[in-house]
């Protein structure tokens, strides 16, 4: 079932318009999560959803009804913030059963939904304490507790781990993972940054870029097969290297030259309209491998190495590149800056791009 659908949502404010329509399913139960650069508008979507924002145009449908009308309150959903506004005076157990005693419920039902709610999130132990005397993990969990409470239909979380330390957020993404295992009938939209929480929690992942999405897929579709070189380049970091190259011969298999002058056959389909055409060639810092001068895709000197011991990142100055191009390769590596080195990749890890930056295989 179709827990939440968008259809060509609009927001602007004022002159400027920020979301340039916005077209989305979400099934009932997913764990969509939402990434893009600083401004795109990730927050205003998710404000837009929860009805804290009004809707310039297009459609809001939560459960098949739409909803763009309907106050915040009535929506049946739930958000949680970068910051936990808790309620410092009241303790945990308390904050948590506010709503549901504003709401008039009944002390049994109150005791049972916080007490569950408190099993997931580990907090029975912090019940009777006040919010001051909590961690910053520990706080943010129960601001998802006293969410979770009003067992909403969708959940919504705008970057809830960024004031968090690295050790917490590790463990606290563990805890929302968790979540997200018991609550299967709850629709959960997340914002982040983090490359890691965006590729382990979702089921799918929408990129968005000034307003627009430029794709949604599962995680490893998005890493595996990106629709564009924005998608390629965001999804993945290091963030893929991207180079110049031209269409040798079109065909099922595409024949291309790279920059060095090499020619390599990637098992992409290609339309006669690209032949001789410039495209732009994608190789993720992890997929190169060290190569001879013969075979080499691209070539260039070493600028600095870091060794992080399970793997070594190179970067590289190759010409014609105002980016250093950087490979990712396993092991401790001994290479030393301005020493020459020459790398290639398998066929089937190379990304072709047309010279508008779209995947030839989503032409
Ligand atoms: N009330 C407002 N009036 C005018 N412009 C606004 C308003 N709120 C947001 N914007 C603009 O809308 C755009 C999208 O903002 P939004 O907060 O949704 O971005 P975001 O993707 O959440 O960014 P971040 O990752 O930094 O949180 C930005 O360019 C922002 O300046
Ligand atoms: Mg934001």
Do not use: W
């Amino acid at each position: 079932m179709t827990g939440l659908s968008l259809t060509n949502v609009k927001k602007s404010y004022g002159e400027t318009q920020v979301l340039h329509g916005i077209d989305l399913d979400i099934d009932q139960g997913e764990f969509i999560v939402f990434v893009g650069p600083s401004g795109c508008g990730k927050s205003t979507l998710l404000r837009m959803i929860a009805g804290l924002e009004d809707i310039t145009s297009g459609e809001l449908r939560i459960e098949e009804a739409r909803v763009n009308e309907l106050p915040a309150a009535m929506r049946g959903i739930a958000m949680v913030f970068q910051t936990y506004a808790l309620y410092p005076h009241m303790t945990v157990y308390d904050n948590m059963a506010f709503a549901m005693r504003i709401a008039k419920e009944s002390k049994d039902a109150i005791h049972e939904r916080v007490m569950e709610a408190a099993r997931m999130l580990q907090l029975e132990p912090y019940l009777d304490r006040l919010p001051k005397a909590l961690s910053g993990g520990q706080r943010q969990r129960v601001a998802i507790g006293r969410a979770i409470v009003r067992q909403p239909k969708v959940f919504l979380f705008d970057e809830p781990l960024s004031n968090l330390d690295a050790a917490l957020r590790v463990q606290t993404r563990i805890e929302i993972a968790n979540l997200k295992e018991e609550l299967t009938e709850t629709t959960m939209i997340y914002v982040t940054h983090d490359q890691v929480e965006a590729m382990t929690l979702a089921d799918r992942i929408v990129v968005l870029s000034a307003g627009r999405i430029e794709q949604v897929g599962t995680p490893l579709e998005l890493y595996t097969d990106p629709a564009n070189v924005f998608v390629a380049q965001f999804i993945g970091s290091p963030a893929m290297n991207i180079s110049k190259a031209r269409m040798e011969k079109t065909g099922e298999t595409s024949i291309v030259t790279a920059e060095s002058g090499h020619n390599i056959e990637v098992p992409v389909r290609s339309n006669e309209s690209l032949a001789g055409a410039e495209l732009q060639l994608g190789i993720r810092p992890e997929d190169f491998l060290v190569a001879e001068e013969a075979d080499a895709l691209v070539s260039g000197q070493v600028l600095f190495v870091e060794s992080l011991g399970e793997v070594t990142l190179l970067h590289i100055n190759v010409q014609g590149h105002d980016d250093a191009v950087v490979a990712k390769l396993p092991g401790i590596l001994d290479y030393h800056k301005g020493e020459t080195i020459h790398l290639t990749a398998s066929p089937e890890k190379i990304h072709l791009f047309n010279a508008d930056g779209i995947s030839l295989k989503h032409l």
